[in-house]
């Protein structure tokens, strides 16, 4: 089973800024990886997938990047409505896993 | 725009079988790839297993041997059995779709259902 580890746990932010949120694979997963924004209360939505692809509705504030094993999900510009807990995914092969999370807080 | 909803009774006792459904609307079963998840209390998400709407199915190695599921195209809708539940087992769970235009994307859930385990 591919482990993704998610760094940081937490990052503490102001609207406005920039964040990076990164994501590793345990072994290689080319770039069958997606990121998942969950918010208190409500089930996962989808931003990006095949690691750079933003999915339908989703702002051009969202971008994904790499492949291998190292990926990013960066947000070029906090809006409040961002603050949320931030998943990664991958669809290499199954079972398919996520990472533990990293939560997006106002600083 | 499809629509799922997830039902079932959300207290399950020890040793029991925790069945749950999920209802597709706004939208056909057939075509896609369906897919059930949770979420421990506090903790990431797992997936628990999918389907297809002719009925190929594979689920999570760790959950083989007590995850049954399965689809009744006919009433749009699509099941999760878990056989011997213990208290590890409570969770949210929530149903789900995959993307049409790419596998293992979920571009579509349920709000989820919470299951408690306890006597």
């Known amino acids: 089973e591919i482990v993704l580890t998610q760094s940081p746990a937490t990052l503490s932010l102001s609207p406005g800024e920039r964040a990076t949120l990164s994501c590793r694979a345990s072994e290689t997963i080319s770039s069958y990886l997606a990121w998942y924004q969950q918010k208190p209360g409500q089930s996962p939505r989808l931003l990006i997938y095949d690691a750079s692809i933003r999915a339908t509705g989703i702002p051009a504030r969202f971008s994904g990047g790499g492949s291998g094993t190292d990926f990013t999900l960066t947000i070029s510009s906090l809006e409040p409505e961002d603050f949320a807990v931030y998943y990664c995914?991958?669809?290499?092969?199954?079972?398919?896993?996520f990472g533990q999370g990293t939560k997006l807080e106002i600083k | 725009q499809v629509q799922l909803q997830e039902s079932g009774p959300g207290l399950v006792k020890p040793s029991e079988t925790l069945s749950l459904t999920c209802t597709v609307s706004g939208g056909s079963i057939s075509t896609y790839f369906w897919s059930w998840f949770r979420q421990p209390p506090g903790k990431g998400l797992e997936w628990i297993a999918y389907?297809?709407?002719?009925?190929?199915?594979n689920s999570h190695p760790s959950l083989k041997n007590r995850v049954t599921v399965s689809v009744d195209t006919s009433k749009n809708q699509f099941s999760l059995r878990l056989t011997s539940v213990t208290a590890a087992d409570t969770a949210m769970y929530f149903c789900?779709?995959?993307?049409?235009?790419?596998?293992?994307?979920?571009?579509?859930w349920g709000k989820g259902t919470t299951v408690t385990v306890s006597s």
């Open positions: 995914q991958h669809g290499f092969n199954w079972p398919n896993t």
């Open positions: 389907i297809y709407h002719v009925g190929s199915t």
């Open positions: 789900a779709r995959e993307m049409a235009a790419a596998r293992w994307y979920i571009d579509v």
